[in-house]
Every structure is written in C-alpha cells, then in structure tokens.
C-alpha cells in the first residue's frame, strides 16, 4: 500500500486558464461526465481545498457556531455512510449500483439535519457552495494529459492522495483504475 501524499497546489494557469480549456460537460454520456469529474477532483483536490478554506473562512467569520455545528454534522453524516456501507450488504449494494445517488443521499441528510438544528443559511453557504464551486469546475475543466497521468499514478495504488481516499470510500473510482489495480494486486499475490 502506497504512503499518503498531499498533491501539489496547481498553478492558477493550469486550474483556470482561458475560456478554450473549459467545455460543457457530455450529459448523455454520463460514463465520461463522472471519469472527468473523479480525473479533476483527484487533480486539482489541493486547489479545492484551498477554494473551499476561504469559503468556510468567510463563513465562519460571519457565523462561527454554526459553522462548527454544520461542519460537525456533514463529518458526522459521512462518517456513518461509510461505515453503513462498508458494514451494511443492503447499504453497500445501494453504494456500489448507485455511486451518484449514495453521494446526494449523504448531502441530503446532511441538509435535513442541519434544518433540525436551523443551520440550513449556514450549510448552503458554508458547506454546499464550496462543494457546488469544486462541482462546476470538475464538471466544466478539460482534463490534460498530465492530469490523467497523475490519475492513472494513483489508480494502480502507486499513490495515494487525501481525496483519492475519499473517492474510494464514496466509490467514485474510475472502473478502469480499479481494473488495473486488481490485476496489480493478483500479480503481487503471486
């Protein structure tokens, strides 16, 4: 198993450069929308952190409580997905036929228990905007072919990364990068 590393920041040019790296995103070809979006976020995943740190800052500043009270609900709420989904078969069959549908159900719930606790302004702005922000982008950002390089690194575990994880425990890897790896690893066994 590969030591975690944190990816590099970017450089502004290579995460928003010109109008001619940026297209709309294949809605018919669901398949290749998701394969653009995991390549971006595994990519750019320190830029996104970054965007999302000054959010949740300006957030934070504005409303520090429930920041704290919206941040601990959606750690809470994820937290138990993953362990439902790696404890639970039902949970687990729903994760592995559904990725997209088991990530907005964790939004959702996160979202209708910060509406118990009246936090909702705060998890829009704090939480959903940052993460609608990360979305756009991943969605819209041409991949390169240092960027698919870098997937494919980290794809056969010779990396690993902090949203490398987290898109394995969402199950949001590419069905290539897991191909790959179960070869490697059979190979390794031998």
Excluded at 157 to 171: C, D, F, R, S, V
């Amino acid at each position: 198993m590969a030591k975690v590393e944190i990816a590099p920041l970017r450089p502004w040019d290579d995460f928003f450069p010109g109008a001619d790296r940026f297209a709309k995103p294949d809605f018919s070809d669901l398949v290749k929308w998701n394969n653009r979006v995991v390549s971006n976020l595994l990519y750019y995943q320190t830029n996104y952190l970054a965007m999302a740190i000054v959010v949740f800052m300006i957030v934070g500043f504005l409303n520090p409580l429930g920041m704290i009270l919206g941040g601990a609900v959606v750690s809470l709420v994820f937290i138990g997905s993953v362990w439902g989904a790696e404890n639970k078969v039902m949970i687990k069959n729903f994760k592995k036929k559904n990725p997209t549908l088991f990530v907005l159900a964790v939004m959702g719930a996160s979202y209708f228990l910060m509406s118990l606790f009246g936090g909702v302004m705060v998890f829009i702005f704090g939480i959903t905007f940052p993460l609608l922000l990360v979305c756009a982008h991943a969605s819209t950002r041409l991949r390169n072919l240092k960027n698919k390089l870098e997937n494919k690194i980290e794809g056969v575990g010779l990396k690993k990364t902090p949203m490398g994880i987290i898109m394995e425990a969402l199950g949001q890897q590419e069905e290539n990068f897991n191909k790959i790896q179960d070869f490697l690893e059979s190979k390794i066994k031998e």
